[in-house]
């Protein structure tokens, strides 16, 4: 039996999907599933169960010996939230809780962390333990992921396998509810849909022209291959960055997003908001180096490619994963 939370949300969704592909249905699935708008994502789903995430710990506790695996992905990931306490609440104490839980059991755990915990990337963007306390994210939501790297690093009681994933720039179907917080790909639809261009966020800096930020995108359908991955091999337990390894613009991006609906491209610019202008990563490019040495051999997907099977297999015809 595979635990996943944040079930009902982007990446989890799709990881829950990607392992019902594999003819993995003895799931449990946990999140807050009374979001109507969240409902496609889990209405097709094969799972043996659903759990409220206010009550997890206690079905944990009477359901351990039941369960082989725990993916534990549920987080808050809104970087324009600036109240700290939610953050501890949502991100820091429930998986400080959920470690320690399958540290006491024996239950192999990955988890969500997050490329925001590089801030400017000042430090570079190497999954190297060694750099994790030196680090400085530009917004809570990157705070609160450190937080919890920091501890885990600390902590002498550990599941027998874990990996912490820093996720960088996610793209990919099933991310409609998530608003302003969801991918360019999906705001660039909808507003070709609406007005036949696209607004992108000018740069405020004078090293990068207008559209050519920087990002390392990754489709989610890889995230949920390398998660699988884990699952079955298990390498060195550990902080591992997953993105491309591959910084791609702004531009790039609505462009191809264009292109897959036959369209010529039309991008205008626009004023980056001021409540996180100052806060804004304007290059992220993953190091790739060691998730490859544990094993994880599969290409991942090119932006072109992404965007092309993103865009006409899932939002033209208005599709979940």
Not at 55 to 74: I, T, Y
Not at 172 to 186: C, D, F, Q, T
Request: net charge neutral; aromatic share 14%; glycine share 6%.
């Amino acid at each position: 039996m595979i635990v996943i939370t944040g079930a009902a949300g982007f990446i989890a969704s799709v990881v829950a999907g990607s392992l019902n592909m594999k003819g993995m249905e003895d799931l449990v699935l946990v999140d807050d599933f009374s979001k109507e708008q969240k409902k496609r994502n889990f209405a097709n789903k094969k799972y043996r169960e659903l759990v409220d995430r206010n009550v997890f710990f206690e079905w944990f506790d009477k359901n351990h010996a039941d369960v082989d695996f725990v993916v534990h992905l549920g987080a808050r990931t809104d970087t324009t939230e600036f109240d700290w306490n939610v953050f501890v609440k949502l991100n820091v104490n429930y998986t400080e809780t959920m470690w320690s839980a399958c540290a006491k059991y024996g239950i192999p755990l990955v988890y969500a962390s997050s490329a925001a915990t590089y801030g400017a990337g000042e430090n570079g963007y190497i999954d190297s333990h060694d750099i994790v306390n030196r680090l400085a994210p530009l917004n809570p939501y990157g705070r609160s992921k450190n937080e919890i790297d920091k501890w885990i690093l600390g902590q002498r009681e550990t599941p027998p396998f874990w990996a912490g994933l820093k996720f960088f720039n996610v793209y990919g179907p099933n991310e409609y509810h998530k608003g302003r917080m969801a991918s360019v790909i999906l705001h660039s639809f909808h507003q070709i849909n609406e007005t036949g261009h696209v607004n992108l966020f000018r740069s405020h800096r004078p090293d990068y022209k207008d559209g050519l930020q920087l990002r390392d995108f990754i489709y989610v359908k890889d995230i949920a291959s390398v998660i699988l991955f884990l699952i079955d091999k298990r390498p060195e337990s550990g902080l591992y960055n997953l993105g491309t390894g591959q910084a791609r613009s702004f531009y790039d991006l609505a462009a191809n997003t264009f292109r897959a609906m036959d369209l010529e491209p039309d991008i205008r610019f626009v004023d980056m908001p001021l409540d996180i202008r100052d806060k804004y990563q304007y290059f992220t490019e993953a190091k790739m180096d060691k998730l490859r040495k544990a094993g994880y051999d599969k290409p991942f997907t090119s932006l072109e490619d992404g965007v092309n099977d993103y865009v006409r297999n899932y939002l033209v015809p208005n599709k979940t994963f």
